[in-house]
């Protein structure tokens, strides 16, 4: 099971910290992935964190402003958001990847086990 965390109301150019805290299985045996999702259009991947090499993804959208990471004591990843923007509004999602899971992609039919979510909305 994954649980987020973390979302919030932010004025833009503020800052989030999201969390994705598993139980039940040990999340450096998976990529993670964080999409996130407005109503009426298609999930979107955000960032991803490789458990072969540690190596990260990030969505154009957000390069330069977010930031994935993971804390292997916690069996937790985490996702910090600065210069947060109102298109970043969503919820966001946490999964591990269950195809090819250790490699990091931006496809979510390749992950499983979803979260219930975190709101995210940032106000003009």
């Known amino acids: 099971q994954l649980v987020e965390s973390g979302g919030g109301l932010v004025q833009a150019g503020g800052s989030l910290r999201l969390s994705c805290a598993a139980s039940?299985?040990?999340?450096?045996?998976?990529?993670i992935g964080w999409f996130r999702q407005v109503p009426g259009k298609e999930r979107e991947g955000v960032s991803c964190?490789?458990?072969?090499?540690?190596?990260?993804y990030y969505a154009d959208s957000v390069k330069g402003r977010f930031t994935i990471s993971s804390d292997n004591a916690k069996n937790t990843v985490y996702l910090q958001m600065n210069n947060l923007k109102p298109e970043d509004t969503a919820v966001y999602y946490c999964?591990?990847?269950?195809?090819?899971?250790?490699?990091?992609?931006?496809?979510?039919?390749?992950?499983?086990?979803w979260g219930q979510g975190t709101q995210v909305t940032v106000s003009s």
């Open positions: 039940g299985f040990t999340l450096d045996d998976y990529a």
């Open positions: 964190i490789s458990s072969n090499d540690g190596s990260t």
């Open positions: 999964a591990p990847k269950v195809i090819r899971r250790r490699l990091c992609s931006n496809e979510g039919h390749e992950y499983d086990y």
